[in-house]
């Protein structure tokens, strides 16, 4: 059962965020081995903060990280210090790196009415056929890491691509948070090729809101 804390609306700057409920705000991330969405869910986690949320936390959830394999990670984000440690069965986003893993009834399992499916995929979110209560949103992260030769091993890499994807949809963090964390975790030859990936998934994002 996951614990809900006390909701203040304030962040850690002490604004308002309407963003925000009476509930924590909770992302599960599905990629494959390889993909990095652990990291991802942890770059995510750390924007949060540097956006002024108190409490944020971010871990893997399930599965072997060998490469190709499904794995799945978790972020939460609160305007208070989180003290849940259990695995997010009702997410209020699911960010999915690898399109053929929506074969898996897991992967929009619990997913929150409102919510967001994120995807990395060249169709529209209509031609996904996912039905749920739910808002998605689609991005081509692979055609663009392919362009901007943002490859490990010969593989596109598209987690901090789908980093734009997901600032777009559900507007919980913004590009200048995402940015410091890239500034702050990378190299300084990867910098600008991870943040052209994430700015231009941002602008090429489609978006389908429930009606």
Request: aromatic share 6%.
């Amino acid at each position: 059962m996951l614990v809900h804390l006390k909701y203040r609306g304030l962040n850690r700057k002490g604004q308002r965020n309407p963003l925000l409920s009476t509930k924590l705000y909770e992302i599960r991330w599905h990629g494959r081995g390889g993909q990095g969405a652990v990291t991802a869910a942890k770059i995510i986690a750390q924007a949060a903060y540097f956006k002024g949320y108190q409490g944020v936390t971010a871990a893997p959830s399930f599965g072997a990280e060998r490469r190709g394999v499904p794995v799945s990670a978790l972020t939460r984000i609160s305007t208070e210090a989180i003290a849940v440690v259990s695995q997010v069965e009702k997410p209020n986003a699911v960010v999915v790196l690898d399109q053929s893993l929506l074969k898996y009834q897991e992967v929009i399992s619990g997913l929150s009415s409102g919510g967001w499916l994120v995807v990395n995929s060249w169709l529209h979110p209509k031609e996904l056929n996912v039905k749920g209560g739910f808002n998605i949103a689609t991005a081509d992260a692979t055609k663009v890491c392919r362009e901007l030769g943002l490859m490990v091993g010969g593989l596109p890499m598209v987690n901090t691509a789908m980093l734009g994807a997901f600032a777009r949809a559900t507007q919980i963090v913004d590009i200048s948070s995402i940015e410091k964390v890239i500034r702050e975790r990378f190299s300084n030859n990867a910098i600008d090729i991870n943040l052209a990936a994430i700015e231009k998934t941002y602008e090429i994002t489609k978006l389908e809101r429930i009606r």
